[in-house]
């Protein structure tokens, strides 16, 4: 499975972005998928990840009610919608891909991994 992330860009606070994910093979339907961020001198984190059919969703304390993971099976893509950014949401997004229907939040879950996007929010 390749990944191909797109859509970072550098906006202000309260902004918004929509990060697209686009992947190949014809089974982007039986992977769960996942975002995660990494700042500089920090550890890549979990943002959001959403199990096969889209039923099952998850997100970091830090982006709930700002963040909204969707996927679009046809398309063979990921989206991450993301609303009222702030500075500290600075950072390059990751989209991953884990061959299981449970969406998951550790890094370590996943076995496939696109380039990252660079996403920077200004004050």
């Known amino acids: 499975v390749q990944l191909q992330a797109s859509g970072g860009g550098v906006v202000q606070a309260g902004d918004s972005l929509r990060l697209s994910c686009s992947t190949s093979g014809r089974t982007f339907s039986r992977y769960a998928m996942g975002w995660f961020r990494q700042a500089p001198g920090t550890d890549r984190e979990f943002v959001a990840a959403i199990s096969w059919t889209g039923s099952i969703r998850y997100y970091a304390d830090s982006v709930k009610g700002r963040f909204t993971i969707s996927r679009d099976n046809a398309k063979n893509t990921v989206y991450l919608q993301m609303n009222s950014l702030r500075p500290e949401d600075t950072a390059v997004y990751y989209c991953?891909?884990?061959?299981?229907?449970?969406?998951?939040?550790?890094?370590?879950?996943?076995?496939?991994w696109g380039q990252g996007t660079q996403v920077t929010v200004s004050s």
């Open positions: 991953a891909a884990d061959a299981d229907s449970v969406p998951k939040r550790l890094t370590t879950d996943y076995a496939y």
